[in-house]
Structures are given as structure tokens and as C-alpha cells.
């Protein structure tokens, strides 16, 4: 039995490495147990035991040595698999996702062994295509739509690559979308990759495409932005008018309303600032004379303290308090209490500038 353990043991090319250990063990014990009981049963002088001690010793020691060069004899590897047990890029093999947007180019002329195509026939020709990779999942991922601002340039082609291809019968399965871009004349254009998703987040990839003389398609990205927060560039923003009032140095804003009133009122102090000596009436109001007469916009309202009133078209009015009347509203200057008002224009006549600031 010894010596088939031998023979076993001895086989390592085709045995798992901790098979081949301990079978090669298994080899010197027995060895060491047979030798042993051949000593002891044999008979003679103490010399012939030492001697045949000193035979055994050196068997062992050769089993040993043959034992240790048997288990570190090299094994075929299995294919696929690396001495780590990773994947070696054999069929079947999973690869990591591409970055979204990710432009495969075919190398230079000079190296027809990445871009280069066989035909049907043992033909090879150079491949002059460019393609984009985007990564989505079934059952939810984003969609992707490519859009040229002139398709006659290049032409087209999406697909999707599954890594297995038992992948497409399964919902939430992942895939690459593929778009490959044929030259069709020389020149350049633009491009733009739509990502759309139900659950995550939209972009926009933008690319520049060239087409050169030998119909050679070449990509590159210039921006991924986000079609939620689009700004206009080309929206033109009209700078607001906003009424200034000076009372004795007290400065209030107030907004101007939207009628032909108060779009007059405003033209006119667009000219240069006025001031009004203002005399106080009613107990709600200072009135003072405009130097023009202003179209009149009159509405039933009930004023509020802040609001800047035309009365009969030539005068204007700073109301502190309530009052209701027929009357045409210029402007209103916000969150003011009548405390506060009075305590900027006093008791009797007031002197008041009226001036128009404008502010983008």
C-alpha cells in the first residue's frame, strides 16, 4: 500500500496541491514504519543495528528531499484562472462597466492589430469608426438617445451588449449601450447624448465630432450638463426701477406698480430727482404739487401706510394711515408702520425728494 502511496504521491502534475502534501507525508511515514519494523525484528550485534539504523536514516532523508521536490514541481494552470483564482479574461469572463459616455477611438495607422477589421474572405481593412458606451440595467435604467446637429455627416448605430447573454430574459439585468459613428463626408459637427430616467438623475453629454479626409471618425467630450438647471445665456435681463424717498434724510425704496401711472410717473423722474414741499391733510396723508401733470389710473382702494397715491393728477400723496377713495396707486414702500413714518416726516410740513435708482 506504501508504494501506491509513492506512486500517488509522486503525481503531482495532475493532483491538487494539498492532495500532492499529503500524499507525499503518507509516502515517508510508511516508509519510516516498514524500515523500522525490518530493525527490530532483525537480529545480530549492536553494530549491524547501527548500521542499519544509519541506511533507514538516509532513505528518509532522500524521501524527504523527493517529497519536497515533487510538491514544488509546477502544475498545468487551469485556463481562466490566475494563481489567485481571479479570472484571466477567458470567454464568459465579466468586465467592469465603462465610465457613461466613454469614447472608444481605433488606434493609429500604424497599429493595424486594434484597428483593423477581417471580411469575409480574409480581407482586413482599417476601422474607422467611433464609439460612446453608456451603462444601464433593465427594468428602470436610463434610456439614452443620440442626437447630431448633422446627421449627414456621420451615420448612426445603437446597440445593446449584455455580458451573458442569458441576461436579457432577467429584469434588473445590466447591459452597455452602444453607439458606433460612421463617416460619411469630411467636416465636423456637434453631438449630444440624452440620458433619461423614471428613478435617477438626467444629463446631457456634449461632444464635438470630426470627420477627417479618409472618412477617420474622431470624438471628444466638451460637457455633461444637467437639463433640470439650464440656463438661458441669450435671456436678456432689463434692469427694475425702484422709487427713492428722502425725508429729511431718512431713505425709503419703494416699488412701483404696475399701470400707465406709475410707468409715467417713473419716465418723468427718470429726467432727475423732484422735491415737493409737503403739508399734511386729514390726519393720513402729506400731500405736496408735481411739477407735471401725470395720466390718472383711479381705482376704489383703502390705502396703507407706505403707499405713494396721484391725486387729480398733479399732486402726489405719502399716506401714513388707512383711507378709502377713488385714487391711482404710483408705488408702495413695504413693511413701514405709520410710528415710523411720522417720526421721519413730523408733525406739519415736510420737504421730500422723490428720485428713481434702477438695479439689475
Known sequence: M??????RAMSCRTEPLE?????????VASCYTYLRIMVLSA????HMIYKRIFVIGAILLF???LCVLLTGCGREQAPGVNNNGSATGQPGQTSQPDQPGQ?????EPDQPSSNTVTEAGGNVKEDKTATLRFDSFDGGGPEFQAILDDPSLVSSEEKKVYSRG???????AGFTVVFTFTGQKSGETKLKVEERSPIAGNADYEYSVKVDGDLRVTIEQLA????NEVIDLDEVVEPSAVLVIDCGGRIFY???VDNPSAEAFRDELSHGAIELEMQDYGGFEKVGPLPWKLPETNERITTEPGDIILYQGDKISLYYDENTWELTRLARIGYISKDELLKALGEGGATVSFSVEWSE
Open 2 to 7: 506504501w508504494l501506491e502511496i509513492g506512486i
Open 19 to 27: 492532495d500532492t502534501v499529503f500524499y507525499s507525508a503518507w509516502f
Open 43 to 46: 537480529g545480530g550485534s549492536l
Open 63 to 65: 524521501c524527504l528531499a
Open 103 to 107: 469614447v472608444g477611438q481605433p488606434d
Open 166 to 172: 442569458d441576461h436579457e430574459e432577467i429584469d434588473g
Open 224 to 227: 455633461v450638463t444637467d437639463p
Open 254 to 256: 419703494a416699488d412701483f
